[in-house]
């Protein structure tokens, strides 16, 4: 059983900064990438930034420059440090973990619940 544990979403002044923490637990093999997805009301859920075991990092055109993905390999955790906010950044924010859990042959993504982050002008 492997499971996904977001926190650091919450209401925030446009201009202002947030972040967002996702820990991953449970039966893991290894990790190969881990990532942040978002969905807004009304539109698909996104790409926001990911991370891979090589620690190359890939983020979306809306978000580069303002937001640094990051990970603790020992720790199973990675981070999203949101600065210079907007309120088109509202969304619930989903954890996006894929890694190689015990008892399977192959990787499998695995998602958290997803955390609220508002972003008044």
């Known amino acids: 059983q492997v499971q996904l544990v977001e926190s650091g979403g919450g209401l925030v002044q446009a201009g202002g900064s947030l972040r967002l923490s996702c820990a991953a637990s449970g039966s893991i093999k290894s990790i190969n990438r881990m990532g942040w997805y978002r969905q807004a009301p009304g539109k698909q859920r996104e790409l926001v930034a990911y991370i891979t075991n090589g620690d190359t990092t890939n983020y979306a055109d809306s978000v580069r420059g303002r937001f640094t993905i990051s990970r603790d390999n020992a720790a199973n955790m990675v981070y999203l440090k949101m600065n210079s906010l907007k309120p088109e950044d509202t969304a619930v924010y989903y954890c996006?973990?894929?890694?190689?859990?015990?008892?399977?042959?192959?990787?499998?993504?695995?998602w958290g619940q997803g955390t609220q982050v508002t972003v008044s002008s």
């Open positions: 996006n973990v894929n890694l190689i859990p015990w008892g399977l042959f192959g990787s499998t993504d695995y």
